[in-house]
């Protein structure tokens, strides 16, 4: 087996620099988001992380909930069919939502929950996600946030899975090829 950081051939994103980034983002939502009552909703499993991160910091007065989603398809291609597995526990109508997202790659996730967040009456849906890959968009999506924007690579880490393992690795990498056959 060996160590999970075995596996990795190359650091995109160190601890600290990921820790200095959201302080700036938590800033930014700060001034946008103060007074509004927002509800944060992270979408698990791989937005877990981030949402610890992002909500301690930007310190207004606001609530979490979880959504879980699965998108059929392989280990790293997504299929285009987004199904819901884990709700949100309350009524969202006329709130001001915020959705934390870890990757906003083909679009098809964060488009479809916009979409749901809105035909279910949220006032607003702003999208917060960590990392972008827009090399890979299929479905016209516009994040308000965004903490890296990355190239069409393969990334783990800092919530991110490869096959459900190495989500809790503090840094965000790129996986050797050899691991998932490539
Ligand atoms: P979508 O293709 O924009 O719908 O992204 C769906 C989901 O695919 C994201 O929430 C991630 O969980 C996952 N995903 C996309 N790209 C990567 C990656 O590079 N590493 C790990 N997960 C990814
Ligand atoms: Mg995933």
Redo the contacts with the bound molecule.
Sequence with gaps: MGRMDDDILKVLYTEEEIAARIREMGAAMYRDLEGKDPLFIS?L???FVFMADIVRACQVRSDVEFIA?S?YGSA???S?A?QITHDIQQDITGRHLVVI????????????LKQYFLTKGAASVTICTL?D?PS????A?HADYVGFE?PD????GYG???AQKYRNLPYIGVLKPEVYGG
């Design positions: 979408v499993r791989g937005a989603v998108s790293t291609k997504s285009g987004v997202e870890d990757i906003l790659d083909s679009g098809n996730t964060l488009a479809f990392l890959k890979r968009r299929t479905k999506v990355v690579e393969f990334v783990v991110l899975d490869y």
